[in-house]
């Protein structure tokens, strides 16, 4: 209950800073339309707001960008395109959205909040593909508009916590997959990701379970579990990634980090992997007096090292 009320005070104290200091754009994702989509008048999107600005989503059905640009004479060009968490039932967009946001922009780098599909046979063809759908759209988007938001198009990567870190590290191996038909040749490869107590596999040994049943069903296929297990699906071609978990995490055990490094490591690509004593899960930007809440720090000092 302290770390979450800890989380809770440092969004209230981020928003009035983020509000005052970016500049926010909405933008709709698919304005021509979403691809594979089930029309359902019954099913409605639900938003939680808390001290002036939202914190939650559920059923989302509108993929949005909240886009928060540095001021000009801050900016490094940089930006990141940030996936919330929460088990691919609902979006944790306060801490794990709003805040990453404000942080970034903090560090002269634009932040980009996905508002992503959560995964359902009610309104998705093929609910395994929709978050995916949203994710390449969104980079896209990100490098076509990036003269106008002052961003440089090489520099342009994913944050995702949990399993909006499965989101991301699923960007960052499955970029290349058509899931759907894209207007232009704009690549949707992160340059970089950073991934916060992720969800990296499908395997039912230690993978988180809610995730993974929403995501791919109750009783998915080897090819879906394979799939959308990401350490399997790493390549030479697989961005450079920070990742950070801890090791008493009872939601997303910290097997999952291990695995993807491991294999970032097998393929030589440049990549980081902190693993703190304690932490739990879902703390943001780090929310207690543990040693994860170092991670910020050595992200940005790693995004540096990087040439990010």
Avoid at 118 to 123: A, F, K, N, T
Avoid at 175 to 200: G, H, M, N, Q
Wanted: hydrophobic share 40%; aromatic share 10%.
């Amino acid at each position: 209950m302290k770390t979450r009320a800890l989380i809770t005070a440092l969004i209230i104290a981020i928003i009035p800073v983020l509000n005052s200091n970016a500049q926010q754009k909405t933008i709709n994702i698919w304005p021509g339309g979403i691809p594979g989509l089930i029309f359902n008048d019954s099913y409605v999107e639900k938003s939680t707001t808390g001290e002036g600005f939202i914190t939650r989503f559920e059923k989302t059905t509108n993929p949005m960008l909240y886009i928060f640009l540095p001021p000009k004479e801050k900016a490094t060009g940089t930006a990141v395109l940030i996936c919330p968490g929460g088990g691919y039932s609902a979006l944790a967009f306060g801490h794990e959205g709003n805040a990453i946001a404000s942080w970034l922009n903090d560090n002269g780098i634009a932040g980009i909040i996905l508002k992503y599909r959560l995964p359902s046979d009610l309104i998705m063809k093929d609910k395994s593909i929709g978050p995916l759908q949203d994710a390449q759209e969104a980079m896209r988007i990100i490098r076509r508009n990036a003269v106008m938001w002052n961003i440089d198009p090489k520099k342009v990567g994913v944050i995702g916590f949990s399993a909006g870190g499965h989101l991301a590290s699923t960007l960052s191996t499955h970029y290349a997959e058509k899931v759907y038909d894209a207007t232009d040749t704009v690549s949707a490869r992160p340059d970089f990701s950073l991934l916060i107590y992720p969800v990296i596999t499908m395997d039912a040994s230690f993978t988180h379970a809610g995730s993974r049943k929403n995501l791919i069903g109750e009783n998915p296929s080897d090819d879906a579990i394979k799939r959308f297990s990401n350490e399997l699906q790493v390549n030479e071609d697989t961005p450079p990634a920070f990742m950070v978990h801890s090791a008493d995490d009872q939601t997303v055990p910290v097997k999952n980090s291990i695995v993807y490094y491991e294999q970032l490591v097998n393929y030589k690509i440049p990549s980081e992997l902190h693993i703190f004593q304690k932490g739990g899960h879902g703390y943001g930007l780090g929310g207690s007096r543990d040693t994860q809440s170092a991670w910020p720090g050595l992200c940005i000092s790693w995004l540096k090292a990087s040439g990010f």
